[in-house]
């Protein structure tokens, strides 16, 4: 079955640094967009950045300038570096990918959403 791990998370200061990564695997035929969520405590679940097969990237505003988005396809792991934090950085981080399996693609299925059990990144001021 399909999983996406996530990987980087940890305890950092304001001003510092952390890389996410997230490794996708399974019978996987393509993978299309490929993002990063993020849920702080007590609030909902948004979008934070996303980068489709053809590379288009897209930022919620909260981060732009700060985060950068990337993806390995040989390797099926998407990453965000996250530079300059700050405490309302602090959540849980959510990989999420649209993913085409081997199945679906022998059926003529899209691909569907996948969910990583997301990693906890938390910014002391």
């Known amino acids: 079955q399909v999983q996406l791990v996530e990987s980087g998370g940890g305890l950092v200061q304001a001003g510092g640094s952390l890389r996410l990564s997230c490794a996708a695997s399974?019978?996987?035929?393509?993978?299309?967009?490929m993002a990063w969520y993020r849920q702080p405590p007590g609030k909902q679940r948004d979008l934070v950045a996303a980068?489709?097969?053809?590379?288009?990237?897209n930022y919620t505003d909260l981060v732009k300038g700060r985060f950068t988005i990337s993806r390995d396809n040989a390797k099926k792991t998407v990453y965000l570096q996250m530079n300059s934090l700050k405490p309302e950085d602090t959540a849980v981080y959510y990989c999420?990918?649209?993913?085409?399996?081997?199945?679906?693609?022998?059926?003529?299925?899209?691909?569907?959403?996948?969910w990583g059990k997301g990693t906890l990144v938390t910014v002391s001021s």
């Open positions: 399974g019978p996987i035929f393509s993978i299309n967009r």
């Open positions: 999420n990918a649209e993913i085409r399996t081997v199945g679906a693609h022998i059926r003529g299925r899209d691909g569907v959403d996948y």
């Open positions: 980068i489709t097969s053809g590379d288009t990237i």
